[in-house]
């Protein structure tokens, strides 16, 4: 056991991780939690319009990890591109603080593109703390899936709450305060893994591209230079379907060159992987209806009043999703192990397919609380099972992706393989926005923001969270069906 390690088992890296994700989740879903009420009540977007740009917006968030990754495993190395990212990211935040639609757009660039080098770079470090092999991998990973939710909690209760009763701008700076608190926090704890986030080459690093910049610098200034590119991308949101499509055939392609060249048991591999991206879609496409139509659910058909005492914001009924985390999250992590010990623990494709069912149930639930909705708002009851669901299901599938992903990939292609996983998660957040406007809501009529009624409000969501959930149970069924044929493609790895 070396220095970097605490008597809890894991490394002291972990917990300064765990804090730098926290507060980098706070920025993110403070944004999250905003978007769509911001975009419908303030901008006065209609909601199916609200819902591809949020969409877009989160698709490319998650697309931006696909090339920061790689620019981190090729160049950076992951401290300098996550310090690039946070600073890129808390920037953005206080750019909404405009008030207008472009100050949104220009903002939302900042935070992609700080996200890409964030996000994906900040997980591979996790994973580099763990020797191959090593059982306290998963519940390493599960443990800094808490400092996510911890972050998505205080957002969900603290920023949903300020941005909606005091004011957006608010909300939004309060996300760019916690991302600052998060870089630093990162800064200050990165001796603890200084070795495994390092740029592979420092030296190539520093030298001058044409004699004139160093590649480090040039790289910061391109980044920057997308911005625009991304403003022009969150307006146009079509082209992002065409975008998603090109890169998702392209990292396919490129994963299977390199399992090709790797042999049979790589190429296995990253076969299994590819199957499990597309369960991955699946998953996120219905689950993050939570930022879309959910939001709007709560906001005009479930009764949000508790105990006659208080009444929840709707943007606050997000907070279910990382309570239940916490709640939920440290069992889930001594569970694996427990399972692991007397050989129980269900195979990774056996996971992902009880994710998706419970999933599914999640949305049946909505089924249930209709019929105790006299006025057309359902009890909060409703949500409140619904995303413990949903939660539940989130733990069999998102932690154990992470971790998969560094047990999966060779130590080269580690930046690059969670961008992949990343970039499932960005085409499933697009087809969520897809999804979302099926449920119709608020529409514009010249200058005014017109709703449905609350009756057909309610009917319509009900039937379509019906169909949601009817089509999740049926895919999670069909991916535990087939698990055991998935398993062999693993080749050993638990």
Not at 192 to 221: A, D, M, W
Not at 306 to 335: D, H, K, W
Request: glycine letters at 12%; proline letters at 3%.
């Amino acid at each position: 056991m070396n220095q970097t390690t605490v008597k809890e088992g894991h490394p002291k890296g972990l917990y300064v991780l765990f804090m730098a994700e926290m507060w980098e989740r706070f920025c993110y879903y403070g944004m999250r939690v905003l978007l769509t009420l911001y975009l419908v009540k303030q901008l006065l977007y209609a909601d199916s319009d609200a819902y591809l740009i949020y969409g877009s917006y989160t698709a490319l968030v998650y697309l931006a990890p696909v090339f920061g990754g790689r620019i981190a495993d090729a160049w950076l190395g992951y401290r300098k591109a996550i310090i690039f990212g946070a600073l890129a990211m808390a920037l953005g935040e206080f750019m909404i603080l405009g008030g207008t639609a472009d100050w949104l757009f220009w903002g939302m660039g900042f935070l992609i593109i700080g996200n890409g080098y964030f996000k994906a770079n900040i997980s591979s470090i996790v994973g580099k703390l763990y020797r191959d092999g090593d059982p306290r991998r998963d519940s390493g990973f599960t443990i800094f899936y808490i400092g996510i939710n911890v972050g998505a909690l205080l957002a969900t209760l603290i920023v949903s709450y300020v941005g909606e009763t005091y004011g957006f701008k608010y909300g939004f700076g309060l996300a760019g305060i916690g991302m600052l608190l998060g870089f630093l926090i990162f800064v200050a704890g990165s001796k603890h893994f200084r070795e495994q986030s390092n740029p592979p080459s420092v030296e190539k690093l520093k030298k001058k591209v044409g004699g004139i910049i160093p590649l480090e610098y040039l790289i910061y200034i391109l980044s920057i230079a997308m911005v625009p590119v991304i403003y022009y991308l969150v307006n146009q949101n079509t082209i992002v379907q065409y975008l998603l499509a090109v890169s998702g055939v392209g990292m396919i392609a490129y994963l299977i060159y390199e399992g090709v060249k790797g042999g049979k048991v790589l190429l296995d591999r990253m076969i299994l992987f590819v199957i499990l991206c597309l369960f991955n879609v699946v998953f996120w496409a219905l689950f993050e209806q939570a930022g879309t139509s959910l939001t709007l659910f709560a906001d005009t058909n479930v009764d949000r009043n508790i105990f006659g005492i208080f009444e929840m914001t709707a943007g606050n009924t997000q907070f279910f999703n990382p309570f239940y985390i916490i709640v939920f999250g440290s069992l889930f992590s001594v569970m694996w192990l427990k399972l692991d010990k007397i050989g129980m623990n269900p195979n990774i494709p056996m996971k992902f397919g009880l994710g998706i069912i419970q999933l599914g149930l999640g949305y049946l639930v909505v089924q249930l609380g209709a019929q105790f909705a006299p006025d057309y708002k359902v009890p909060i009851w409703t949500l409140g099972l619904l995303y413990m669901l949903h939660t539940t299901g989130e733990l069999f599938i998102s932690p154990i992706g992470l971790s998969m992903v560094t047990k999966l990939a060779p130590a080269k292609l580690t930046g690059t393989v969670m961008g992949v996983w990343f970039l499932s998660t960005a085409a499933a957040n697009f087809l969520a926005g897809k999804i979302a406007t099926l449920t119709g809501g608020h529409h514009v009529e010249g200058v005014e923001s017109v709703a449905a009624s609350p009756a057909e409000s309610l009917a319509t969501y009900t039937d379509v969270y019906t169909q949601l959930g009817m089509w999740a149970v049926g895919i999670g069924l069909f991916a535990v069906v087939l698990s055991p044929l998935l398993k062999k493609l693993l080749h050993g790895v638990k």
